[in-house]
């Protein structure tokens, strides 16, 4: 089968540093996507790792760990328009499509 | 200029209803797909298309059925819509030759409202 765990809902800090992070079951492993949500918008994209180790984006990076399961995503020097929801996705068997995660709501706090 | 185009953008119907959400993209991809998205749900494929010729249900097909009328345009009805169909849906697109092979590009957002 295939699943996603991420936390519902976390909060930070204007300045701060903040992981998310994300667990997953898939047979067949082809990659892992985070996407930032913003309320009542579109998803859109943020990273992808196939590899494991850490990909680093500016004030974003992401981690995969493919023996474990496990990815993170990582971000530094929280700005309140950080405060968006944080999907956690991966292709599903023969890549038709990709299956989400229901997402991390992250609040910044002043 | 935007991507991916979804109108409307809101829409409040009445229970019975036949509703048409339209998609259409310019960006060349041969993939689309439609979602809908309820909270504490997170996105959940309806159907996909992997040409104009290629339909193909997806985790909740029930009560929804498309179009590919051109391999820019994909269309979603709701036959006879009824409550629970009251969601966020979003039209997606891909190309496995572009960005990260699986990488969708998603549209604005329906919100659709049944009463």
């Known amino acids: 089968g295939q699943n996603i765990d991420q936390p519902t809902e976390m909060t930070a800090t204007e300045g701060a540093i903040v992981q998310i992070n994300c667990t997953y079951q898939t047979s067949g492993f082809n990659g892992l996507f985070w996407y930032q949500q913003h309320a009542g918008e579109a998803p859109t994209f943020l990273s992808y790792n196939v590899l494991d180790g850490l990909e680093e984006k500016g004030r974003f990076s992401s981690f995969l760990s493919r023996s474990k399961g496990y990815s993170y995503l990582l971000l530094k020097e929280l700005q309140m328009k950080d405060s968006a929801s944080y999907l956690c996705a991966f292709p599903t068997s023969g890549a038709n499509n990709l299956f989400f995660g229901t997402g991390t709501r992250l609040t910044v706090i002043p | 200029d935007a991507d991916v185009t979804q109108t409307p953008r809101n829409r409040i119907t009445k229970t019975g209803k036949r509703i048409m959400l339209e998609c259409s993209q310019t960006?060349?991809?041969?993939?689309m797909y439609w979602y809908r998205q309820d909270p504490g749900l997170g996105l959940r494929l309806i159907y996909y298309s992997f040409d104009v010729k290629d339909i193909n249900k997806g985790e909740i097909s029930d009560g929804y059925s498309v179009s590919r009328q051109a391999q820019a345009k994909f269309s979603l009805s709701l036959e006879s819509a009824i409550p629970n169909q009251t969601a966020l849906y979003f039209c997606?697109?891909?190309?496995?030759?572009?960005?990260?092979?699986?990488?969708?590009?998603f549209g604005p957002g329906t919100r659709l409202t049944v009463l």
């Open positions: 997606a697109t891909s190309d496995l030759g572009q960005g990260h092979g699986n990488e969708q590009f």
């Open positions: 960006k060349g991809h041969d993939r």
